[in-house]
C-alpha cells in the first residue's frame, strides 16, 4: 500500500490538518496556491467522473481559502466546457490572500461567471432564483476552520441550496457541520457528497454523523511522498 493509500483511510484533526498546510509550506517550500490548485484538481477530477452530463454548476464560495478553492475549481470547470457560475461573498478587501489571488484570475478570464455580493444584496430575490436554476450546487462557504451556526448570508445561502432538488457537493466539509463531532445547527449544508483533502476528518468516522457528508471522497493536494510518510507518523492530538 502507498502511503497515499494509507493516508486516504487515515483520520486529521481540524489542527493536524492545518499543520499539513503549515508543514508543506515551510518544510518543503509549497506555496499556497499550489496547494489549492492541486486541491481544486482533485475535486474537478471527481466532479468529471461523477457527473459527465456536465450540470449547470453554481459554486458558492466565502471569502477564505475554502472560497478560493470554489474559484479555482470554477476555472477548471468553466474550461472544460461545463455551465458553471460563482457566487462569492465580498467586500474584495476581506477576501484571504489567496482567494483574492484567484477571484483576480477569474474575474479577468470569465467576469459574467463570478458574481461578487455583499450587504443585502447578498440575500437579493435573483440569487435566490440563480441556486434554485442550478441543477449542481458546490459548497465552498466557509471550510473546516469555522465552527457554530452559520451566519448571514451562509445561512440563506444554505437554505436555498437545501430546499432544491439540485446535487449538492460540499468541498471539504459541508457548511455548518462540525468536522470533529459532526454537531450541527439549525442550518447546514446538506451534502450528497463530501469531497476532503489528504485525510478524512473526524466526524466522517462516526457512525451517527457518517450520513451528514453523503459519498466522501479524500482528494490528493500534491504532497510529496517523504511528506505523507512524515503525516502518517503523528500521533492523534500531537
Known amino acids: 500500500m502507498t502511503a497515499w493509500d494509507s493516508l486516504k483511510q487515515s483520520v486529521l ?25 492541486n486541491a481544486a484538481l482533485g475535486c474537478v477530477s471527481w466532479l468529471k467522473n461523477r457527473y459527465s452530463g456536465q450540470p449547470k454548476t453554481l459554486i458558492v464560495c466565502g471569502r477564505g481559502n475554502n472560497g478560493g478553492d470554489g474559484l479555482v475549481i470554477a476555472r477548471h470547470l468553466l474550461a472544460a466546457g ?40 447578498a440575500a437579493a430575490d435573483d440569487l435566490k432564483q440563480e441556486i434554485a436554476e442550478a441543477e449542481l450546487v458546490i459548497d465552498a462557504m466557509l471550510g473546516t476552520g469555522v465552527t ?11 437554505e436555498w441550496a437545501n430546499a432544491h432538488v439540485a446535487q449538492r457537493v460540499a468541498i471539504d466539509i459541508p457548511t455548518g457541520v462540525n468536522a470533529e463531532t459532526g454537531d450541527v445547527g439549525e442550518r447546514y449544508f446538506q451534502a450528497d457528497a463530501t469531497l ?27 504532497l510529496p511522498a517523504e511528506m505523507m510518510e512524515e503525516i502518517l507518523g503523528w500521533s492523534s492530538g500531537s
Request: with cysteine; charged share 25%.
Open 82 to 121: 461545463w455551465d458553471c457560475r460563482c457566487l462569492l461573498l465580498g467586500p474584495v478587501v476581506r477576501l484571504s490572500a489567496d482567494n483574492l489571488a484567484n477571484w483576480e484570475i477569474l474575474n479577468a478570464s470569465c467576469p459574467s461567471n463570478v458574481r461578487l455580493v455583499e450587504g443585502e444584496g
Open 148 to 158: 457554530g451556526e452559520p451566519r448571514f448570508p451562509f445561512r440563506k445561502w444554505i
Open 196 to 222: 476532503t483533502f489528504v485525510a478524512q476528518k473526524p466526524a466522517m468516522q462516526l457512525k451517527e454523523t457518517v450520513k451528514l457528508f453523503g459519498d466522501i471522497e479524500v482528494c490528493p493536494i500534491g
Open 13 to 37: 484533526t481540524t489542527e493536524q490538518a492545518r499543520r499539513v498546510d503549515l508543514v508543506a509550506m515551510k518544510k518543503y517550500h509549497m506555496h499556497s496556491l499550489v496547494l489549492m490548485e
